[in-house]
């Protein structure tokens, strides 16, 4: 019984040695291997525990930063000559590689079916074998439209010519068909054209002709009626009176008969669709008419009325009898204020329909033909008076010169409706603002929804003929956007979904599954945000709003 006794006391002395070093080793982690000590009789000693750390190392899975799992095998550590063997784990955050995209990165970029076709060169059976997407649809008559991946077209058109040479060529071989193609439909609309001029055109009246029987259309035909009337007569009274106010009347009859015209072809011109090279419409034509007329004024009518006049002061001849130019005068004042009263009728139909003054309706220029009309006929109206008044002054005192002041008179007003009509239809090409009350209705629509925040940098332009473009940087509320997505999805569902979640391979999967229909879910916000506000907003057009 004594050898067995030393036997054990022998071998708790080597455990309690052992147990020694592990507390002196330097190691912060401390020894757990140890039960308390118990006492028998005179001898105290401690017991073992059953899992001592003290093991060879098992199979550590750790995760690298590609994502993959490394099994580390056991390691003996320097102190196998002591007959120990100590586990050494290095703790590696699990975290995803970094990719690299480049500078020109499209595999998931998404294609429509007619790009696909256009741009590499394939027909509509090739795109039948393609993955086929359903994404919202960027157009208001459409919820949803098929798209393509850019990678699977790209495939497909090389498996279709073989290599990229072959589809360069073909698309320099498309490119030039194309601009044949251009120059037939030149040739071929140009003798329909002549074809109508020969036979006369069946066609039935086109909504553009219609145009010239109702508001705007209407004052400049009726316009260029009168004044073509009116040059005409005044022409004939100044070769038989040679009265420079005379003269001066004809040309500014002439100047606003061509005037006119001009805003004849501007109206036309403005009511063309929209194509790939004007996406925005040809609405302006109208104000580009408009200026050009108030170009045209200045240069014809006040140009001339002020040379003639200065050439009858440097150069009096006497005026022959003066009955005929009166008769002409009073019929240019009739005609010239029944075409005044047209346009300040049709001016004050359209204010009161947008709920502005008359005065705001002029000088914002809306309606710019309506406004070139009106200023020119004012100015016809105000200039017979000068000149009958200039003319009487002459045959009651026979002195040439006030005849020549009068043609003087009717060039500066002239010159100043000129200026006006310049310097409006200026500032309308150029883009101006609209009304800051407009402005800040507009501004206070879009924060009070509760996917927005703020928004920055708004401006909202006036493109002309009550078409305002509006754009502005939006800060939405992720919290909301994803509360809106939420709400349309099975949330038990989901939630089984995060509980399946085990690897990274699998988190990652689920992040981008549901981050990419996060973003999906904003752009509609942003679908619905703009169209809300071309409803409750008409004369808002174009909206742009961008993601802060």
Same mark, same amino acid.
């Given at each position: ?372 009309? #009106?200023?020119? !006929? ?7 008076? +000068?000149? @009958? %008044?200039? /003319? =009487? ?52 629509? #879009?924060?009070? !929804? ?7 940098? +708004?401006? @909202? %332009?006036? /493109? =002309? ?84």
């Amino acid at each position: 019984m004594m050898p067995a006794l030393a036997a054990q006391r022998r071998g708790c002395r080597g455990l309690y040695r052992l147990y020694l070093r592990c507390q002196a080793a330097p190691r912060p982690r401390a020894c757990h291997g140890w039960k308390v000590s118990m006492k028998s009789g005179s001898l105290s000693y401690i017991l073992p525990c059953n899992r001592l750390p003290v093991q060879l190392m098992s199979q550590v899975r750790v995760y690298t930063s590609n994502g993959q799992k490394k099994d580390l095998g056991s390691q003996d550590t320097n102190g196998s000559a002591r007959g120990e063997t100590l586990h050494k784990v290095e703790t590696v955050k699990p975290v995803l590689k970094k990719r690299e995209y480049g500078p020109k990165y499209t595999q998931n970029n998404f294609i429509t079916g007619v790009r696909a076709i256009n741009e590499f060169c394939l027909k509509s059976s090739d795109l039948d074998q393609l993955r086929k997407i359903k994404r919202r649809s960027p157009h208001d008559d459409t919820e949803t439209f098929t798209v393509y991946l850019r990678s699977d077209v790209e495939a497909k058109s090389l498996e279709v010519w073989g290599s990229p040479e072959a589809l360069a060529r073909e698309r320099k071989r498309r490119k030039e068909a194309e601009i044949k193609y251009r120059e037939n439909l030149f040739r071929n609309q140009r003798l329909l054209w002549e074809y109508k001029e020969f036979f006369g055109n069946t066609k039935p009246r086109s909504s553009t002709a219609t145009m010239f029987f109702k508001g705007p259309g209407k004052v400049v035909m009726v316009a260029i009626c009168i004044n073509g009337l009116n040059f005409f007569f005044k022409l004939l009274a100044w070769v038989y009176t040679g009265s420079a106010s005379m003269f001066s009347e004809a040309i500014h009859s002439l100047a606003d008969t061509c005037n006119q015209a001009l805003l004849a072809l501007g109206i036309s011109q403005s009511a063309r669709t929209p194509d790939p090279s004007h996406p925005y419409g040809f609405t302006n034509m109208r104000y580009i008419a408009s200026l050009i007329s108030g170009v045209g004024i200045f240069m014809m009518g006040a140009g001339l009325s002020w040379y003639h006049g200065i050439i009858g002061l440097l150069h009096p001849h006497p005026v022959e009898s003066l009955l005929w130019a009166y008769c002409i005068l009073a019929g240019s004042l009739v005609s010239e204020g029944a075409t005044l009263l047209v346009a300040i009728n049709e001016i004050r139909r359209s204010a009161r329909a947008k709920g502005l003054s008359f005065y705001q309706y002029v000088v914002q220029s809306r309606d710019p033909s309506t406004n070139v009309v #009106l200023l020119e !006929d004012a100015a016809a109206v105000l200039s017979v008076a +000068v000149a @009958a %008044t200039c /003319m =009487g002054l002459t045959s009651l005192t026979g002195n040439p010169y006030y005849d020549s002041v009068g043609s003087l008179g009717v060039g500066t007003l002239l010159g100043t409706v000129s200026a006006f009509l310049i310097y409006t239809n200026t500032e309308a090409l150029l883009g101006r603002s609209i009304e800051p009350e407009q402005l800040q209705r507009l501004t206070e629509f #879009l924060e009070s !929804d509760p996917v927005v925040r703020a928004i920055h940098d +708004v401006k @909202a %332009t006036d /493109m =002309g003929m009550s078409k305002v473009r509006f754009k502005a940087e939006v800060d939405f509320d992720g919290r909301v956007v994803t509360r809106s997505y939420l709400e349309k999805q099975d949330i038990e569902q989901l939630l089984q979904e995060i509980q399946q979640v085990k690897t990274l391979e699998e988190l990652e999967a689920f992040m981008l599954k549901h981050g990419e229909n996060i973003v999906d879910t904003l752009g509609a916000e942003v679908d619905r945000l703009e169209k809300d506000l071309k409803q409750r907003n008409p004369d808002v057009r174009h909206v742009d709003l961008e993601i802060l």
